[in-house]
């Protein structure tokens, strides 16, 4: 089946540092991939679509200055949370659409836990 | 915005079925019903997806009522591991985003 990875799984930082999470396909090759942030006892929610090659477009609400998103290549996208605050505390998650299928199914990372001291 | 609504809880017992309803009475004729679920703090799985007929593979079964507003995800022979959130879905087949709702947290009992 179709793998998705994320890295790092977890990570502390302090206020007002930046962190990047990566999202890579591994066995396909993705043409778009989203970006969600999941908060305690809440649901999924959608923050980014990103394609490759092309600027990301953010949901209603979403930061795209405080929130970057790079999709430079076919099986890599990356979210960079710019000067971090504990308000920014949640767990990302990436999916990536497998562009050589034509359904519309998402495949999941294991997502990356961030706390911001 | 999402287009679902599921119970919030439900639990079975082991080695039952597990039958869990989504409304989603306000989906187009192009859109595709799709079941995920989240184990605990990890990301969602895939499970199965539809348009119109009645759809099986090895995880489930997927029910979709001929006015498609409604679908049930069927478990045949829930297990203790498919304690999860599950989430229904509809969105179109050509790329579009996915917009969660609250999913229904399934609880399996021994």
């Known amino acids: 089946g179709a793998v998705v990875s994320q890295h790092p799984s977890r990570v502390i930082c302090k206020s007002g540092t930046s962190v990047k999470i990566e999202c890579r396909s591994l066995d396909f090759q993705a043409t778009t991939m989203f970006w969600y942030r999941q908060f305690p006892k809440q649901s999924l929610m959608l923050m980014a679509t990103?394609?490759?090659?092309?600027?990301?477009?953010?949901e209603q609400g979403v930061e795209k200055d405080k929130f970057l998103i790079n999709h430079a290549s076919l099986t890599l996208s990356t979210l960079t949370v710019t000067s971090a605050h504990p308000e920014d505390s949640s767990f990302y998650i990436c999916?990536?659409?497998?562009?050589?299928?034509?359904?519309?199914?998402?495949?999941f990372g294991a997502g990356t836990r961030l706390t911001v001291l | 915005d999402a287009k679902t609504t599921q119970p919030t809880s439900m639990d079975c017992a082991e080695g039952r079925a597990a039958n869990l309803p989504c409304n989603h009475s306000t989906i187009s004729g192009n859109e595709y019903v799709y079941w995920y679920r989240q184990i605990h703090s990890q990301g969602p799985q895939y499970i199965i997806h539809g348009l119109k007929n009645n759809e099986t593979n090895e995880m489930a079964s997927l029910i979709i009522t001929e006015d498609r507003k409604s679908s049930t995800l069927i478990l045949p022979h829930a297990t203790l591991r498919d304690t999860a959130v599950y989430y229904c879905?509809?969105?179109?087949?050509?790329?579009?985003?996915?917009?969660f709702g609250t999913g229904t947290s399934l609880t399996v009992i021994p």
């Open positions: 990103s394609n490759e090659g092309s600027k990301a477009t953010y």
């Open positions: 999916s990536a659409r497998d562009g050589g299928r034509a359904l519309n199914i998402q495949y």
């Open positions: 879905i509809v969105s179109m087949g050509t790329g579009n985003q996915f917009y």
